[in-house]
Nanobody, 123 residues
Framework: QVQLVESGGGLAQAGGSLGLSCAAS????????MGWFRQSPGKERAFVGD????????YYADSVKGRFTISRDNAKNMVYLQMNSLKPEDTALYYC????????????????WGQGTQVTVSS
């Protein structure tokens, strides 16, 4: 079992930045691809991006490409999401998720989820 806890959410102005963290426990995440997803009220949970098990590859949704960066520190069992040039449409509950080995973009493909952290971007 892997427990995931997100932190770092909050309120930001449009054009500003926020950094999210995802702390994993229970098992080393070095064998897991780690994904970030977000969900707004009334909408489905959407893929934001993910990072391969060794950090060698990252993938992003078109809506965040060039603005968001995912990184990880396997020694600390941590994953990060740096969000720059924030827009009001980035407002959502952000989730960290873990999937053994191969990467994926659909929520049902992930094995473990955190509870989420709220990000609100004002215009």
């Amino acid at each position: 079992q892997v427990q995931l806890v997100e932190s770092g959410g909050g309120l930001a102005q449009a054009g500003g930045s926020l950094g999210l963290s995802c702390a994993a426990s229970g098992r080393a995440i070095s064998a897991y691809s780690m994904g970030w997803f977000r969900q707004s009220p009334g909408k489905e949970r959407a893929f934001v991006g993910d990072i391969s098990w060794n950090g060698g590859n990252t993938y992003y949704a078109d809506s965040v490409k060039g603005r968001f960066t995912i990184s990880r520190d396997n020694a600390k069992n941590m994953v990060y999401l740096q969000m720059n040039s924030l827009k009001p449409e980035d407002t959502a509950l952000y989730y960290c998720a873990a999937k053994l080995w191969a990467r994926a973009t659909r929520p049902p493909q992930y094995d473990y989820w955190g509870q989420g952290t709220q990000v609100t971007v004002s215009s």
